[in-house]
């Protein structure tokens, strides 16, 4: 390997993990701002994203910060994003896998149900009510900008920087655990999600089946709720 490679895999990985500390780190501290005396991990973890509105800003905001570094690093590099996103011959192949992962994604997000039963009186109670404005924030930070930006620090990042030097499962696995640490309140649905993405990714070659896995199931997440609620 010459040093350049190294120095790529070094600014990705640097670049992911910044992300990934923010985030995590915003979400602790709301968090444990909201601690009382009885709750259990399951209690303190619901409050992680209790504040929707900051959350969804510190999404977009990280997110679109360390883009344009993403950008330069792939230029850099000699390599095209819009190529490693989509290519024109297996397009709506891959949009076809990409749909059906994300329902398959939601299916296996019913967990979440089961995990949470472990909460007590003590938990966030949930959004009751949610304004037009906090649902079109969801949607933007979770559908869109997550969808795509995430998917091209953990999966991009991993394969095309620190896989040629890892080796490519290596890497997005080591991206994965990342993944699920940027939103460990979930307690590893994250992780078991990634995994899934990662298949899609592996099994097309493109960013584009991902990216709709991952923004896909968290807009039907957000359809959910408004039915239900």
């Known amino acids: 390997m ?13 670049i992911t993990m910044a992300l990934t500390l923010i985030v995590a780190g915003y979400e602790i501290c709301r968090a444990c701002q909201n601690y009382k005396q009885g709750m259990n991990f399951l209690d303190i973890a619901s409050y992680a994203n209790a504040d929707l509105n900051t959350y ?34 297996s397009l709506w192949k891959d949009i076809a896998l990409g749909t059906v992962l994300a329902l398959v994604s939601s299916m ?3 967990l979440s149900f089961i995990i949470n039963k ?24 979770l559908g869109f900008v997550s969808g795509i930006c995430k998917e091209i620090y953990f999966r991009g990042f991993a394969k095309n920087f620190c896989g040629p030097i890892l080796g490519g499962t290596t890497s997005l696995l080591l991206f994965n655990m990342m993944f699920a640490m940027l939103d460990w309140f979930n307690m590893g649905l994250s992780f078991i999600l990634g995994l899934l993405w990662i298949w899609g990714y592996k099994k097309s070659g493109r960013l584009i089946v991902p990216i709709i896995a991952h923004g896909g199931v968290n807009l039907i997440s957000i359809i959910f709720y408004m039915v239900t609620t």
């Open 2 to 14: 010459d040093n350049r490679t190294d120095r790529n895999a070094e600014r990705a990985l640097n």
């Open 56 to 89: 969804c800003m510190v999404l977009i905001l990280v997110n679109i910060i360390f883009l344009p570094g993403a950008l330069l690093l792939y230029k850099q590099s000699g390599m095209s994003l819009k190529d490693e996103i989509f290519h024109r011959e």
């Open 108 to 110: 296996v997000s019913l």
């Open 118 to 141: 472990g909460r007590t009186g003590l938990a966030f109670p949930g959004w009751e009510t949610l304004s037009l404005s906090e649902l079109v924030l969801m949607t933007v930070s």
